[in-house]
């Protein structure tokens, strides 16, 4: 019984060690976009495979904590957007960017679908060189290429402080389905990206 119970702890022990060494393994990374609405930006980039959590806040403003409210007055400089945590060995950056681009319209400057603004305009923030780099090659090549005859006008932007917004705002399509999807039909976003990008939208 003792040598039995010596084996097992021995196992336990390689077991905890080989957890702790996947865990430290694990890496995560992070992506900052602006698309309008940020429910549905949300709800656009969490089924994704490779993208772990996803956070709707606010960014690229001068107004530190700002509220919902605060940023709805257009007068903080802050843009609706999403914190996108996804795993680089699912998903590189690369991808998760052309999956973006699909789930907005590029061309509006003057907001998003319904939504008008300069809180609602889209834009993708970086927060390195390499994802500039990425981020820039995408929009050169989109705009050579599908968008071609068309002005891209989303910016690329150095990234700036997230304000994760309100409780209520996150998660929001999940915790109210029913005022949501009346917001989204209403708002025509989907009707829009498939006159925009055909089969392509959402892939």
């Keep these: 019984m003792a040598r039995r119970s010596r084996v097992i702890a021995a196992w336990c022990a390689v077991l905890a060690v080989g957890l702790s060494a996947a865990s430290a393994d694990a890496r995560s990374e992070t992506a900052v976009f602006a698309g309008g609405c940020f429910w549905s930006m949300e ?43 996804f795993d680089p060995d699912r998903i590189s950056y690369a991808a998760l960017v052309e999956h973006y681009w699909r789930r907005i319209d590029p061309t509006d400057d003057g907001g998003a679908f319904c939504d008008r603004g300069a809180s609602y305009h889209s834009a993708i923030f970086v927060d390195s060189p390499e994802q500039r780099r990425i981020a820039e090659a995408s929009k050169a090549a989109l705009q050579a290429g599908f968008m071609k005859g068309r002005t891209i006008v989303t910016p690329i932007r150095d990234a700036a402080p997230f304000w994760p917004a309100e409780t209520y705002h996150q998660h929001y399509a999940a915790k109210d389905p029913v005022a949501y999807w009346e917001y989204r039909t209403g ?14 939208a959402f892939n």
């Design 43 to 85: 709800h656009d980039m969490e089924p994704i495979p490779g993208v772990t959590a996803v956070t709707v806040g606010y960014t690229g403003g001068r107004v530190a904590h700002p509220t919902y409210e605060q940023v709805s007055s257009e007068t903080t400089g802050h843009l609706e957007a999403v914190k996108v945590t």
């Design 187 to 200: 708002c025509g976003r989907d009707r829009a990206l498939m006159r925009l990008w055909g089969r392509q």
